[in-house]
């Protein structure tokens, strides 16, 4: 393993060798091993600093590489981290362009410089107090020395993926500190606290069951707030490059690696505090998060479904953005920033955020735009890529996610925002979906399971239906009461509701209640064990259509035409095999009307890993409704099977 090695850079006089001593100082020599250059280089070359002057320029780049060679072997051996003072380049006033000592060595060997960002008038007097003799420059030429020192360190240490950053000598011992701390395990460890704390926040209120984990640039909103930050700093500070993140990211040492996550949070860390804050706030104000999304991240919170922003940005900027907004009470922020947050946001952290809220069984539904939320989508129960203007969006993605869907299994759904936008790929492949629907956080983000095993109600009604001296048309009679229970209990949580006017027993109108698209609602009861409960079903929904079905094929085209709802009932769902083939055959019919399923027992394991797990992944249209969920795996026959116990044919094997 590559040992760390930070570089320690400014021009003769900035103060490194008095820094290094203090250094040593403040944070010991366990963890880290403090090099002086040039005195690594004394102790090497035969007759020391002297004879090394009197080298060629060729002779003395071998004897510097020989030096951070050394030094790196060292670092390697001890496990510590390598703190080396050091020189980029010397520049007479007199010459027209400074000397680089830098070698090939220096940018294989070392990981991360610092260069020291000390006023020019304080180096022209440390420069005069220096014992070591030290040519008098005016404060103009040093000023000009650094920047040229500054820029070209800056170029090489992106081409070749070092971490670079200007700091203020006190905010050194602050950095290296990070450096020894902050690894990508350690990072991830950061971004899962984060996360309970997240939960934590979210407790006293109903429980809570789904989360909604949402990207924030260009899928919250149509901008990129870190192209918007850098911007403004371009138009007010003195800096190089207008766009640091797009030259960062685009390289090809960094990507969008750790590292790269890394160096931007030091490209934030330079700028002054005050500054920073500053920048944010202008930026928060300067952008609106869609209004479909502030219309579903508020019906969201109205249905106890919690919400977190995982951003690769700015944690302030997004909390102040949903500060704007109305929402920072709901909606949590899980972000980076400058390198005393202690988080960088990366694709493999999203992923492992979404992975480890599934860990605690919450069923999440992730919102993303880009190639770095596709681990992220991929490993939530339900995905949705948020398509933007075609000018504004990711030019990568297009492939990246076609990619995923064909080879790595993702299924998603796009959400055009606005939703005049061109659709990526098509509407088969990445079907259409609008989160505005009165029923979207329902139909779209919620695990479509939903039973009464431990309702109270619930115990009494299984009691009859599982006593085994219960038979015959008591049998039915109590699987008839099972089927209206969970048409009233469950069914409109799934459904809605519609009012309807009635006449009042005070002799006035007012309204009811049903179902909602009662009258386009056709009930299939599979026969023949689902005959009773689906009639239970109809009690609850007397408008409704009945249909009898042994086999798939007795569903016909004309029952589902201008139909809402598909209710398929039957008394006991084991492997689901059954379920899957009607709702296959119902596809061939209609491929997008909603099919619910109602059963008195649903077997566990078939909706956790069976076929019908890959039913509700595959179609977002279809639901389960059940009094109980069994962990019991026996299927019965004769005596025991629930078909016969409803007709009396319990002595027909």
């Known amino acids: 393993m590559k040992p760390t090695v930070v570089g320690l850079y400014g021009i003769p006089g900035a103060g490194k060798t008095f820094l290094l001593n203090e250094l040593k100082k403040e944070l010991?020599?366990?963890?880290?091993?403090?090099?002086?250059?040039?005195?690594?280089?004394?102790?090497?070359?035969?007759?020391?600093?002297?004879?090394?002057?009197?080298?060629?320029?060729?002779?003395?780049?071998?004897?510097?590489?020989?030096?951070?060679?050394?030094?790196?072997?060292?670092?390697?051996?001890?496990?510590?981290?390598?703190?080396?003072?050091?020189?980029?380049?010397?520049?007479?006033?007199?010459?027209?362009?400074?000397?680089?000592?830098?070698?090939?060595?220096?940018?294989?060997?070392?990981?991360?410089?610092?260069?020291?960002d000390v006023p020019a008038d304080a180096i022209a007097t440390y420069r005069l107090k220096d014992s070591r003799a030290r040519s008098l420059v005016s404060e103009e030429h040093i000023r000009r020395w650094q920047q040229a020192?500054?820029?070209?360190?800056?170029?090489?240490?992106?081409?070749?993926?070092?971490?670079?950053?200007?700091?203020?000598?006190?905010?050194?011992?602050?950095?290296l500190r990070d450096i020894f701390h902050h690894t990508e395990d350690y990072n991830l460890s950061r971004a899962q606290c984060r996360l309970t704390e997240v939960l934590g926040e979210f407790v006293g209120r109903t429980k809570m069951e789904t989360m909604l984990v949402m990207d924030g640039d260009k899928t919250l909103i149509s901008e990129d707030t870190g192209v918007l930050f850098w911007r403004l700093v371009a138009d007010t500070e003195d800096t190089t490059c207008s766009d640091p993140l797009k030259e960062l990211f685009s390289s090809q040492a960094f990507g969008y690696s750790y590292a790269a996550f890394r160096q931007a949070a030091l490209l934030y860390e330079e700028l002054p505090e005050q500054n920073f804050n500053d920048y944010c706030e202008k930026v928060a104000s300067a952008v609106t998060i869609h209004p479909e999304f502030v219309s579903l991240l508020r019906q969201a919170a109205e249905k106890h479904v919690g919400a977190v922003v995982v951003t690769?940005?700015?944690?302030?900027?997004?909390?102040?953005?949903?500060?704007?907004?109305?929402?920072?009470?709901?909606?949590?922020?899980?972000?980076?920033?400058?390198?005393?947050?202690?988080?960088?946001?990366?694709?493999?952290?999203?992923?492992?955020?979404?992975?480890?809220?599934?860990?605690?069984?919450?069923?999440?539904?992730?919102?993303?735009?880009?190639?770095?939320?596709?681990?992220?989508l991929k490993t939530a129960d339900r995905a949705f890529v948020v398509v933007g203007e075609a000018h504004q969006r990711s030019r990568s993605m297009e492939t990246a996610l076609l990619d995923a869907i064909n080879n790595e299994g993702l299924r998603a759904h796009q959400v055009l925002l606005p939703s005049t936008a061109s659709p990526r790929l098509d509407n088969i492949v990445l079907p259409q979906v609008t989160i505005t629907e009165d029923d979207f956080i329902m139909w779209y983000c919620s695990r479509k399971v939903l039973h009464a095993t431990n309702k109270n109600a619930a115990k009494i009604l299984m009691t009859t239906t599982r006593n085994a001296q219960v038979s015959g048309p008591a049998l039915r009679e109590a699987h008839r009461s099972v089927g209206q229970y969970l048409a009233t209990e469950l069914l409109p949580e799934l459904t809605g509701l519609e009012e309807f006017p009635i006449p009042h027993v005070q002799d006035r109108q007012t309204s009811g209640h049903r179902v909602r698209h009662e009258k386009k609602t056709t009930i299939v009861a599979l026969m023949r064990g689902g005959e009773p409960m689906a009639f239970g079903v109809n009690d609850a929904l007397p408008l409704a259509t009945f249909l009898h079905a042994k086999v798939p094929a007795d569903v016909k085209l004309h029952h589902v035409e201008g139909q809402?709802?598909?209710?398929?009932?039957?008394?006991?769902?084991?492997?689901?095999?059954?379920?899957?083939?009607?709702?296959?055959?119902?596809?061939?019919?209609?491929?997008?009307?909603?099919?619910?399923?109602?059963?008195?027992?649903?077997?566990?394991?078939?909706?956790?890993?069976?076929?019908?797990?890959?039913?509700?992944?595959?179609d977002v249209n279809v639901a389960f409704l059940a009094l109980r969920l069994s962990e019991n795996k026996y299927t019965g026959k004769g005596t025991t099977d629930t078909g016969n116990r409803l007709f009396n044919t319990t002595h027909i094997q």
């Open 312 to 376: 690769c940005g700015l944690r302030l900027i997004w909390e102040r953005i949903l500060q704007r907004t109305g929402l920072s009470d709901t909606v949590k922020v899980i972000g980076g920033g400058c390198i005393r947050e202690g988080l960088v946001i990366t694709a493999d952290v999203k992923r492992a955020l979404v992975a480890r809220l599934k860990e605690v069984q919450m069923y999440v539904c992730a919102f993303g735009d880009s190639p770095l939320d596709l681990p992220m």
């Open 28 to 116: 010991g020599e366990q963890a880290y091993q403090y090099y002086e250059g040039s005195l690594v280089i004394s102790s090497i070359v035969s007759g020391g600093l002297v004879a090394f002057q009197k080298m060629t320029a060729q002779e003395k780049a071998l004897w510097r590489g020989r030096a951070i060679d050394s030094i790196v072997e060292e670092c390697s051996a001890s496990g510590r981290i390598a703190v080396v003072a050091g020189h980029f380049m010397f520049w007479d006033e007199t010459d027209e362009l400074g000397l680089s000592v830098w070698t090939e060595r220096d940018q294989e060997s070392f990981t991360h410089i610092l260069y020291l």
């Open 149 to 175: 020192e500054r820029v070209e360190l800056r170029r090489l240490c992106l081409v070749h993926g070092i971490l670079f950053s200007t700091v203020s000598p006190r905010k050194v011992s602050m950095l």
């Open 564 to 618: 809402q709802t598909m209710i398929l009932v039957d008394s006991v769902v084991n492997s689901g095999k059954t379920v899957v083939e009607f709702v296959q055959h119902i596809r061939t019919l209609h491929p997008t009307i909603r099919i619910l399923v109602v059963a008195g027992v649903i077997q566990a394991d078939s909706l956790s890993k069976g076929s019908l797990t890959q039913l509700l992944l595959a």
